[in-house]
């Protein structure tokens, strides 16, 4: 058990007056460099149930006790002060793994009821490595949930028991089925390339992602994952993949407009054969934070299983605002403080800098 180091602002370091909630859902979330965010990142809790190669050593890590994790009704209230405060008009449920969280239903059903500043229901998404999605999926989506994006870097069962150290292949394809079937479509897939271990097949990954209608997002290995493992000439990164995704497959870069706020490229795949296996026609999206970084585009803020925001990955700067909540703050105090951790988000992640060196934190603390 433990407490995640960083440097971590409290109430009694910081001044809550240097930035005053007075005007109600108009100040929003800005930061010095003129970025505004409306996408919440919220992280349910650190612990996870697979071990991926690139997010978590083979032995785990150390968790949080979980009278330092937020309750339920602590993370609604935050939720609901970001929507009513701040101009937060999408939130993604994430962790470690969210499904480990009892009250996930419960959670997403409270924040269903929000509305945002335009008085539309909030965009709510879960981000999840599916792992018993296949009992829950239909109970989320009756509680309000719009959007899964679901982890799986492999379309082969020893690949996947590779990079995640646990048989699960099956139960993630049943999660799939049954989030498609409850109405959470297109699912999407997320999954990370490494070379030597899925890069050789990410051709069939496509193909079983189209097959099943699923929109498949390859994400660029990026250095969050445990220490000492990444090196940047060796990721594969999306043009390089793109470019032998073509040998296999016909494909139509989109217009940038078609993005929305998703910092995915998008293409379109033609309807085709890849070896024996038919495929329909379908889209791919490709992540690429390390290669073409978007940090000048980003509208994200983060708030960690124990109640920290945190407005970069790459940051370890981050501003403690379960300590407000439990010595009695009003919401319009904690939105303040909200707002200082926005204004001081940094202006890129740095990983392509000489000197960059990796967070404390990885990703299935943070939230990924
Ligand atoms: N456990 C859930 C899951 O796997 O979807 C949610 C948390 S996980 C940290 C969120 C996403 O982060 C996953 O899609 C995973 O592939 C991605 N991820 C983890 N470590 C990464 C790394 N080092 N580089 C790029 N993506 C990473
Ligand atoms: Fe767990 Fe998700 Fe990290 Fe895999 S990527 S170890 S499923 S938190």
Known sequence: MQEYGGNVKSQHERSLSSLSVTNEKQLGLVDKFGRRATDLRVSLT????????????????????????????????????????????????????????????????????????????????????????????????????????????????????????????????????????????????????????????????????????????????????????????????SPSLIERLQRSFKLEEFPKSMRGSSPASLWGVAAGTLGTQEYPAGTVGFISSVSQPFCAECDRTRLTAEGRIRSCLFNDDEYDLRALLRSGASDGEIASQWQEAMWNKPARHGINDDGFTQPDRTMSAIGG
């Open 46 to 237: 650190d612990r996870c149930n697979l071990r991926c190669l690139y997010c978590m050593p083979e032995e785990g890590l150390p968790v949080l006790p979980l009278s330092k994790i937020l309750t339920d009704e602590e993370v609604v209230r935050l939720v609901r002060i970001g929507v009513n405060y701040l101009g937060i008009t999408k939130v993604r449920f994430t962790g470690g793994e969210p499904l480990l969280r009892k009250g996930l239903e419960t959670i997403v059903s409270e924040c269903a009821q929000l509305r945002t500043t335009d008085g539309e229901k909030l965009d709510l998404a879960l981000t999840t490595n599916g792992l018993g999605l296949s009992h829950r999926a239909r109970a989320l989506h009756d509680a309000g949930l719009k959007r899964v994006n679901i982890s799986l870097d492999s379309s082969s069962r020893e690949e996947y028991l590779e990079l995640t150290r646990r048989d699960r292949f099956a139960h993630v394809m049943e999660g799939i089925s049954a989030a498609t079937a409850a109405g959470l479509s297109p699912a999407k897939i997320n999954a990370v390339v490494i070379p030597g271990v899925n890069d050789d097949s990410s051709e069939k990954l496509l193909c079983l992602a189209l097959n099943i209608g699923a929109e498949l997002r390859f994400i660029e290995h990026m250095p969050i994952g445990p220490k000492g493992q990444w090196n940047k000439a060796e990721i594969i990164t």
